[in-house]
């Protein structure tokens, strides 16, 4: 039981450029998340999928966007990098969402935009 | 989700308990208290989480006061592995609720 994997693990962009961050979950779980972490900075949620095929945005979408064609796959795209997006991008899956659900979180994706 | 707050950082001793407080004032009936850590840069762990009664599980202990206004996460025998950033989340009950409000959290350092 691997729980939640993210490939890949760190990632240099230059501006403009684009990328596919993907995150896998072997538990079964209908709900997953991306969040971004910035320096000394709380998880802000990016995208979230309450299950197969579906999508919604999270508190700061602008410049991803996400796609969920199978349960267990989760896949965050950059179509034009940004400087603005250097951060560590976050993983996580629920098997429920709201109280009384917790979240697993993948070990992250340290990306860099030049 | 109510707002919380916690001290920026602790000390503990090796093997010592460790116990970190959290405010949550503003906590309404149908809102779980949550408790993660961030080890180094890793993913946030889930360890505890409770919503009126005290919770113990493998890694910790969640005491939640009465009112519901505070509560303490208990380490009981601390390791250097312990040294993370604690973070304290309320959060509401209700489905469709997706987030989880990371704030600063609590720097908690383990002391040889």
């Known amino acids: 039981n691997a729980g939640v994997t993210q490939t890949p693990k760190f990632r240099v962009l230059k501006t403009g450029q684009s990328m596919t961050l993907l995150c896998a979950q072997d538990?079964?779980?209908?709900?997953m998340y991306w969040y971004r972490q910035d320096p000394g900075m709380g998880l802000r949620l990016i995208h979230y999928?309450?299950?197969?095929?579906?999508?919604a945005k999270g508190e700061v979408p602008d410049g991803y966007n996400v796609s969920r064609l199978k349960k267990q796959n989760f896949l965050l795209g950059l179509e034009s990098a940004a400087p603005s997006q250097t951060s560590v991008y976050f993983c996580a899956s629920s098997y429920l969402a709201g109280g009384g659900y917790e979240q697993y979180f993948g070990p992250g994706t340290r990306l860099t935009v030049t | 989700d109510a707002k919380t707050t916690q001290p920026p950082s602790m000390d503990c001793a090796e093997g010592r308990a460790a116990n970190l407080p959290c405010n949550h004032s503003?906590?309404?009936?149908?809102?779980?208290v949550y408790w993660y850590r961030q080890i180094h840069s890793q993913g946030p762990q889930y360890i505890i989480h409770?919503?009126?009664n005290n919770e113990t599980n493998e890694m910790a202990s969640l005491i939640i006061t009465e009112d519901r206004k505070s509560s303490t996460l208990i380490l009981p025998h601390a390791t250097l592995r312990d040294t993370a950033v604690y973070y304290c989340i309320v959060r509401a009950a209700n489905f469709g609720n997706e987030k989880l409000t990371f704030g600063t959290g609590t720097r908690l350092t383990i002391i040889p």
């Open positions: 409770g919503l009126k």
């Open positions: 538990m079964n779980h209908e709900y």
């Open positions: 503003t906590i309404s009936g149908n809102e779980y």
């Open positions: 999928s309450v299950g197969e095929g579906t999508t």
